[in-house]
Structure formats: structure tokens, C-alpha cells
């Protein structure tokens, strides 16, 4: 079985106490209580959670969506995003089966990042590690104002913003994200095409997309 593995990177810093980091875990179950609703999800998609404070972690390795225990996450201490894109590389090195001649590997992974503040530690030497992994469709999320939209784009194509950083609004991302991950997995099995990631959907209100 071919796999869609699909990472999140979750900013769990101390800026994230609260409300914040209580809507991420609400979040969370969430998209895992959508995705078991979805029968091309679950044919295919498999979940990990990477959490990055001040060191970045793989808290639930890559998951099939049946056996997913939502984790207990807390926010602390400061935001290594380079960490978290590093640890990111090294998951997909490892848990992601490369296609060969002989056979079909997993699909490419697609990646959501969320933060909400600047990063700490020296990221753009892990950000060319995480090139080199190869995903196949990465979403980087600013959550409020905090954030450095430059850096984002740097990581990827595809950025979005939420206007604040509030429990209805992080909410309306991880629906988003489920719908996103529900329509890469109806494209894969429809089309069998590795491209995935170029039809997403629209963003609902309070999220914008700033750059594709």
C-alpha cells in the first residue's frame, strides 16, 4: 500500500499558552475525527505530529489514521524553527519509503507548519536539510501577527495567515487542513499522480492566503 504520509509541525512555545495551545490540541481531534469520516483518507493517509519549543520533537511517529492517539501537548520555553524543519527531514529520511525500480514507494509527504512568533535559533542551514528531504507539498501557517511572513515564504510556497491566534480561528485551520488532506487523497486515487497539493481548497474567512 502506497501511503500519503502528512506531517504537523506545531509551534508549542510559551507564546502559545492559553487559549492558544488549548485550541491546537482541540484542533487536533479534530482533524483526526474528520479525516475517520473520509474513506480515501483513510485508505491512504498517515499522520505524525512534530512539536518544536526550544528543541523540536516527533511526539507520534507517522500514524495510520485508525490508530492515532492525539497527544498531550504543552507550550514552553521558545521556537526553534530550525529544529523543527531538521527533525522534519529526518522523519521523512527515515519513515518515508522511496520508490524504486522494483517498486512503488509512499507518495510524497505533504507538511503543515504552524507558528506564532519569530524563530530562535539558525534555521536556514536545516531549511536546505528539508529541501533535500524532498516533500511534496509544504503549507506554512502564521498564527497572528507575531509571525515573520518572509520567513515563511522562504520555506515554502504556499503561506497563510490567521488573523488572530484565537480558538475559532485555529479551529477553522485544522478544518481547513482536513480538507485539504481529503482532497490530496481523492487526487491520488483517482489520478495516481504525485503532483499533489495544486488544488487545495479556499481558505475559509479569518485565513488568507498571502502567497502560492
Known amino acids: ?113 504552524m507558528t506564532d512568533g519569530l524563530p530562535t535559533d539558525d534555521w536556514k542551514p536545516a531549511l536546505q536539510e528539508y529541501r533535500v528531504a524532498r516533500p511534496g507539498l509544504t503549507v506554512c501557517c502564521a498564527a497572528g501577527p507575531g509571525v515573520d511572513t518572509a520567513v515563511l515564504s522562504e520555506i515554502s510556497d504556499t503561506v497563510v495567515t490567521l488573523d488572530t491566534a484565537d480558538s475559532s480561528t485555529i479551529s477553522a485551520f485544522f478544518k481547513w487542513v482536513s480538507a485539504s488532506i481529503t482532497v490530496s487523497s481523492r487526487k491520488i486515487d483517482l489520478t495516481k499522480d504525485d503532483a499533489i497539493g495544486g488544488d487545495l481548497p479556499l481558505p475559509p474567512a479569518g485565513i488568507s492566503l498571502i502567497k502560492t
Open 1 to 113: 500500500m502506497r501511503r500519503l504520509p502528512i506531517y504537523l509541525l506545531l509551534d508549542t512555545s510559551a507564546s502559545m499558552s492559553g487559549e492558544p495551545i488549548n485550541a491546537v490540541q482541540n484542533g487536533l481531534n479534530l482533524l483526526i475525527s474528520t479525516l475517520r469520516q473520509d474513506p480515501y483518507a483513510l485508505e491512504t493517509a498517515f499522520l505524525s505530529v512534530i512539536t518544536f519549543d526550544t528543541e523540536a520533537r516527533q511526539i507520534v511517529p507517522l500514524t495510520e489514521i485508525t490508530d492515532f492517539q492525539t497527544p498531550d501537548i504543552q507550550a514552553r520555553g521558545v521556537t526553534a524553527l530550525g529544529d523543527a524543519l531538521r527533525t522534519a527531514a529526518q522523519c521523512i529520511n527515515t519513515e518515508v519509503q522511496k520508490s524504486s525500480a522494483q517498486v512503488k514507494g509512499d507518495w510524497k509527504p505533504l507538511v503543515f507548519l
